[in-house]
């Protein structure tokens, strides 16, 4: 089976099991730590989780120190349940898929903002909000800072990107004077 299907079964499963529990938040919130931590360092934790010569009980006891405090008990049972499973080492395609899947539940989008210096809270509040009214839905906010933008920013929602960044501007002039 592909890992597609795998982390879509699974994450459905959680997704569906934190709803009965009224968990779903808690485990989405150590969902995402965990891929934070995660993709910090995807070439250990995939070459760790997929070694047998590491006892399933350190494998376990590693995605809990990723994940930090507080962890949902449900969240301990499914790293239990994937370990007896043998499926622990797909964990991240799991984790990802039902934050998806959780978003999509609640109506909310991700928007990812990258920016040349650190962004004020106001300017924050005002691209949500304006993303709200403009997707009338709700927003999860991720900021990023990238000096090599210059200045401006990019916004990246779902699977749309929007360059407004004087690097992406300079790029293009680049591209334009080449033709």
Known sequence: ???????????????????????ETEVYEGLVRLTNN??????????????PMIADNDKVQLLRT??????HPSIQQFL???????????VFLIALKYQEMYRKHKGIILAKATTAAQMDDVTLEKIRDYLKTAFHCEVEMRVTVDPT???????????????????????????????
């Open 66 to 71: 990723a994940i930090g405090e507080p962890i």
């Open 149 to 179: 933008l210059i200045g401006g920013f990019i916004l990246d929602i779902e699977h749309d990107r929007m360059d407004a960044s004087i690097a992406g501007r300079l790029n293009a002039l680049k591209k334009e004077l080449q033709l």
């Open 1 to 23: 089976m592909d890992n597609g299907k795998i982390s879509v079964r699974y994450a459905r499963a959680l997704l569906n099991a934190s709803l009965e529990q009224h968990c």
């Open 80 to 90: 239990a349940f994937l370990t007896e499973k043998k499926r622990v080492n797909k």
């Open 38 to 51: 995660y993709s910090l360092a995807i070439n250990a934790f995939n070459e760790a989780l997929s070694n």
